[in-house]
């Protein structure tokens, strides 16, 4: 199984609190991502990153933040938590285009619940 | 991303063949076919890909049609550990390039 790890696994927060989930890989992929998963939607992009520093949005971004400081770490922070992000988050990891099939691995996910 | 289109929902018995169809009817030349898929509350997890020709691996067989525009993942005996949502994804073949889920197939499979 690829090096992945997210944490916290499970959080209870209350609306308005910050909040940040990490991604710890020990792969040294350069591709990180974070989803989201909720009933009736599937998996949606939150963010994802390419390198250390570099990042861009993904389908729902609103209300979410990274940062990749380091290549195995990829946080996501919510500034201000609202219930309507109460979800389960997964982070995903994929090496260099060249050195592998496309694939992403994910994590186990962290499931958030906004109170 | 081209848009793919999967049944909600299928049926199959315990050591039967399972072949879960896949429309991509918009799928550009350099877009690849990604199966994933996701027990219960776990990760997903990769399956098998193709461009356009039919690809075979120890999981399962997928099936491309001639012009590309739909594709069959077939699990040739599928067991009660193969009930999942099966996800099926068209990418760019491009480094770094983000998977796009739809809402996937879940696929029960009963003694």
């Known amino acids: 199984d690829a090096g992945i790890t997210q944490s916290p696994r499970h959080k209870v927060t209350e609306t308005g609190t910050p909040v940040t989930l990490r991604c710890h890989q020990t792969?040294?992929?350069?591709?990180m991502y974070w989803y989201r998963q909720d009933p009736g939607h599937g998996l949606r992009l939150i963010h994802y990153?390419?390198?250390?520093?570099?990042?861009d949005k993904g389908e729902v971004s609103d209300g979410y933040s990274v940062s990749r400081s380091k290549t195995e770490d990829f946080l996501l922070t919510l500034e201000s938590a609202t219930s309507s992000q109460t979800s389960v988050y997964f982070c995903a990891i994929s090496p260099a285009w060249d050195t592998n099939t496309g694939e992403l691995f994910f994590g186990e996910g962290s499931r958030l619940t906004v109170l | 991303d081209a848009k793919t289109t999967q049944p909600p929902s299928m049926d199959c018995a315990e050591g039967r063949a399972a072949n879960l169809p896949c429309n991509h009817s918009t799928i550009s030349g350099n877009e690849y076919v990604y199966w994933y898929r996701q027990i219960h509350s776990q990760g997903p997890q990769y399956i098998i890909h193709?461009?356009?020709n039919n690809e075979t691996n120890e999981m399962a067989s997928l099936i491309i049609t001639e012009d590309r525009k739909s594709s069959t993942l077939i699990l040739p005996h599928a067991t009660l550990r193969d009930t999942a949502v099966y996800y099926c994804i068209v990418r760019v073949g491009q480094a770094g390039t983000a998977l796009i889920f739809g809402k996937g197939t879940t696929l029960s499979v009963s003694s």
């Open positions: 193709g461009l356009k």
């Open positions: 990153s390419y390198g250390v520093k570099d990042t």
């Open positions: 792969e040294n992929h350069r591709y």
